[in-house]
């Protein structure tokens, strides 16, 4: 149930008005609807969700920017089921952890244009070219968005803090990737990442090694990076190339100051498990703050 006395608008975010199937339990939700530079064709929804406790004393909150931003914290507006994360950092609150502010971009429902909007300019054109759709990589024009445009804005209109140490990127499969690589590309703004579910297998090694080579990726211990896989049905094809990863980056001085590893190969490719493994990975991320 949302705060009753929070404002009904902050800046030009309007509170959200749930409706009777709302799955939400905590904190309160805001919302606005805007065109994306990559995108003019249709409205999406940046949503921003504050944790309990939001605006008492003034005090201030980390913040993690999400792809598939309806999929955060309530079922009612999921195109693929809810993460739930209101009641993981209700629970991580109750454990005396800070809360964290939450903020999603909507994705497009055409899986084509999701996989265009969240992928790296590495990406080899014929892992898509089966679909028969235009391959336009976009994920540096989404995540500059991100800095140049959301973040002053959040930071402009919420009580955050907006250094790097506490500035996250997080998002699972497509969003996954994107966030892994928004981490290593941007490590000036970004100091955590929540990875889930990375599809490795889009890339050889030898061309992971070398797009790694290229951003630097050597291991910092005042940024973090939190990475999950699970293993059933499709998400087995996940499984193999993130444990290469995982050995990849350990070989290369991430340890568990910096890296927070999950697996799971009993669990599928979906919203269920990454709530189940997102409690363990956004505490990494608010241990010592």
């Not at 792809?67 to 009612?76: A, K, M, T």
């Amino acid at each position: 149930m949302q705060n009753p006395n929070a404002p009904k608008s902050i800046g030009p975010y309007q509170q959200h008005v749930p409706g009777d199937h709302s799955t939400m339990m905590y904190g309160t939700y805001y919302e606005k609807e805007v065109y994306l530079p990559f995108d003019e064709t249709s409205k999406r929804t940046i949503r921003v969700w504050l944790p309990e406790g939001y605006g008492e004393e003034g005090r201030r909150f980390p913040v993690i920017y999400f792809s598939d931003g309806q999929n955060l914290v309530d079922n009612e507006l999921s195109a693929y089921g809810d993460w739930g994360l209101d009641k993981v950092v209700h629970r991580l609150q109750e454990e005396g952890y800070p809360g964290v502010i939450l903020v999603g971009i909507d994705c497009p429902k055409e899986v084509y244009r999701r996989t265009n909007e969240l992928n790296p300019p590495y990406m080899t054109k014929p892992i898509i070219a089966h679909r028969n759709h235009p391959f336009h990589p976009m994920a540096n024009v989404y995540i500059e968005y991100i800095i140049q445009e959301i973040k002053p804005e959040i930071d402009r209109y919420f009580l955050t803090l907006s250094d790097m140490r506490h500035t996250g990127i997080g998002g699972s499969s497509m969003g996954g990737i994107m966030a892994f690589y928004a981490y290593m590309h941007y490590p000036k703004t970004f100091g955590y990442s929540l990875s889930f579910s990375i599809p490795v297998f889009f890339y050889t090694y030898k061309k992971w090694k070398q797009m790694l080579e290229e951003w630097d990726f050597k291991a910092q211990n005042n940024r973090k990076l939190a990475i999950y896989v699970g293993g059933e049905g499709f998400e087995a094809r996940f499984l193999k190339g993130t444990r290469w990863l995982i050995e990849y980056l350990k070989d290369n001085g991430y340890d568990e100051r910096c890296l927070h590893y999950q697996e799971d190969p009993s669990q599928p490719h979906h919203e269920a498990a990454w709530h189940q493994y997102s409690y363990e990975a956004i505490k990494f991320f608010l241990k010592d703050q």
